[in-house]
């Protein structure tokens, strides 16, 4: 069974940055998209970036400008970093991947995901 294996959350006052990395136990070029997730308490699970593996990443609106989804596949790793940080960026933050993927930032449309690792941002 795949695998994906979050790291690099943590607490940050806002305006500071974090870089989470997502390791699939698998190649990355098994996954069309692979991309990032976020659920805070009592909130519905929201995209915040996807990339495809074979080019292009896209994000949702509020994020746009502040991170950045990479891949190294060399390290056979995805990343998203995350600069400027605000108190509502506040969630755990989930990597999932996908082969059959329509809409890159819907949950509904992967079917691998990580555990989750909690990003905190204090005011």
């Known amino acids: 069974q795949v695998q994906l294996v979050e790291s690099g959350g943590g607490t940050v006052q806002a305006g500071g940055s974090l870089l989470l990395t997502c390791a699939p136990s698998?190649?990355?070029?098994?996954?069309?998209?692979m991309a990032w997730f976020r659920q805070a308490p009592g909130k519905e699970r929201e995209g915040v970036a996807a990339i495809r593996f074979h080019g292009g990443t896209t994000y949702r609106a509020s994020v746009q400008g502040r991170f950045i989804i990479s891949k190294d596949a060399a390290k056979n790793t995805v990343y998203l970093q995350m600069n400027n940080l605000k108190p509502e960026d506040t969630a755990m933050y989930y990597c999932?991947?996908?082969?059959?993927?329509?809409?890159?930032?819907?949950?509904?449309?992967?079917?691998?995901w990580g555990h989750g690792i909690l990003v905190t941002v204090s005011s």
């Open positions: 999932a991947a996908g082969m059959k993927v329509d809409l890159p930032l819907a949950p509904s449309t992967y079917s691998i």
């Open positions: 698998t190649d990355i070029s098994s996954f069309t998209w």
